[in-house]
């Protein structure tokens, strides 16, 4: 009987070694899982700077672009207004030189036509047998 105590004493003695080996193991596993989930909230700190600094450098990229377009199109609008100006400019002095046109032209073939039908109603006259002064 002797030597099946001795063997329990064993098998007990066995299986507190492990038990504590376990225990032991597990307290390892949870201290690598706490010290890898510590890594990966750093990485995902790191991540998060990374891409806020690009996000803030792409920004800073379009707005500039959208200023040098905002630049191209106050030039355009500037050659825009520049060409209108002239083109009214050579519209009103075409409209002024017409009418100056006009003004000295006008008399001119009044003068002509009123001549004209004077002279055509001076012979119709004449045919009806009207004197005239």
Same mark, same amino acid.
């Given at each position: ?75 355009? @609008?500037? #050659?825009?207004? +520049? =060409? %209108? &100006?002239? /083109? @009214?400019? #050579?519209?009103? +002095? =075409? %409209? &002024?030189? /017409? ?35």
């Amino acid at each position: 009987m002797e030597m099946g105590y001795s063997k329990l004493r064993g098998l007990i003695l066995f299986s507190i070694a492990l038990v504590t080996l376990g225990i032991g193991s597990n307290f390892y596993v949870a201290s690598e899982v706490s010290r890898n989930n510590d890594e990966l909230d750093r990485l995902y700190r790191l991540l998060q700077k990374q891409l806020a600094g690009e996000a803030l450098a792409q920004s800073r990229e379009l707005q500039q672009r959208m200023e040098s377009l905002n630049e191209t199109a106050t030039g355009i @609008d500037a #050659k825009m207004k +520049k =060409a %209108q &100006d002239e /083109m @009214d400019g #050579k519209l009103r +002095k =075409a %409209q &002024d030189d /017409m009418v100056a046109r006009m003004g000295a032209e006008l008399p001119k073939i009044m003068d002509r036509y009123v001549q004209s039908r004077a002279t055509r109603l001076r012979g119709e006259l004449e045919k009806q047998g009207i004197p005239q002064p």
